[in-house]
């Protein structure tokens, strides 16, 4: 499956943006959906997952309540509402596709295949 992530941009903080990862080669719906980023000088961290049936989502606790992850099985994609952004927002978003059961991966290993990323920055 390949993963295409858009979406980013030069926010102000406090301002919103919204990422998609749309899919192509194979349906996104028997697969946990995340989005991972990556700040400068910094590892790549987990932000976000979404189940299989999107009935359940999991944060990292530096976003809860100001991101929401959602899903669009009809359009074979994945989105990610970022809001109250902040500087520290700042980085390199990844979305990526979890194959494996349990289908609930946290960290980089637990996923298989990546988009090629989009940029946000957030300026103060």
């Known amino acids: 499956v390949q993963l295409q992530a858009y979406g980013g941009g030069l926010v102000q903080a406090g301002g919103s943006l919204r990422l998609s990862c749309a899919a192509s080669?194979?349906?996104?719906?028997?697969?946990?959906l995340g989005w991972f980023r990556q700040g400068p000088g910094k590892e790549r961290e987990f932000v976000a997952l979404?189940?299989?049936?999107?009935?359940?989502?999991y944060y990292a606790d530096s976003v809860k309540g100001r991101f929401t992850i959602s899903r669009d099985s009809a359009e074979n994609t994945v989105f990610l509402h970022l809001n109250s952004l902040k500087p520290e927002d700042t980085a390199l978003y990844y979305c990526?596709?979890?194959?494996?059961?349990?289908?609930?991966?946290?960290?980089?290993?637990?996923?298989?295949?990546w988009g090629q990323g989009t940029q946000v920055t957030v300026s103060s």
């Open positions: 990526a596709a979890d194959v494996r059961p349990p289908y609930w991966g946290t960290t980089s290993d637990d996923y298989d295949y």
């Open positions: 979404i189940s299989r049936s999107g009935s359940s989502t």
């Open positions: 080669g194979r349906t996104l719906s028997n697969y946990a």
